[in-house]
């Protein structure tokens, strides 16, 4: 059985960091794009970066770049998200999505796999 589990979550002050995880099993992702994605409470969920799974072609939302960044992590096995300098607009449940398709991480369409979120809240 396929799952993708994100960790991680939790709340911090504007202006803090959070990394977040992506735990991916049941298959081989070498041949994967893995993306991240964010649902605000009210709001349509949105793109936030991906990567191939053996790394490099990374992409970001323009609203996060030079603030996240996405890496894989070798030793956990993990898609990890790295979120700096947070920002109230930043709040919502964060989801990891695993797809071969560059095209359908990027514009959320017909994704293969999707974890089920973690909440990241950003207040003072």
């Known amino acids: 059985q396929v799952m993708l589990v994100e960790s991680g979550g939790g709340s911090v002050q504007p202006g803090g960091s959070l990394r977040l995880s992506c735990a991916a099993s049941?298959?081989?992702?070498?041949?994967?794009?893995i993306g991240w994605f964010r649902q605000a409470t009210g709001k349509e969920r949105e793109f936030v970066a991906s990567?191939?799974?053996?790394?490099?072609?990374?992409y970001y939302a323009d609203s996060v770049k030079g603030r996240f960044t996405i890496a894989r992590d070798n030793a956990k096995n993990t898609v990890d998200l790295q979120m700096n300098s947070l920002e109230p607009e930043d709040t919502g449940v964060y989801c990891c999505?695993?797809?071969?398709?560059?095209?359908?991480?990027?514009?959320?369409?017909?994704?293969?796999?999707w974890g089920k979120g973690t909440l990241v809240t950003v207040s003072s």
């Open positions: 999505a695993a797809d071969p398709s560059a095209g359908s991480i990027r514009w959320s369409r017909g994704v293969d796999y």
């Open positions: 990567m191939w799974w053996n790394g490099g072609s990374t």
């Open positions: 049941g298959r081989t992702f070498s041949t994967y794009y």
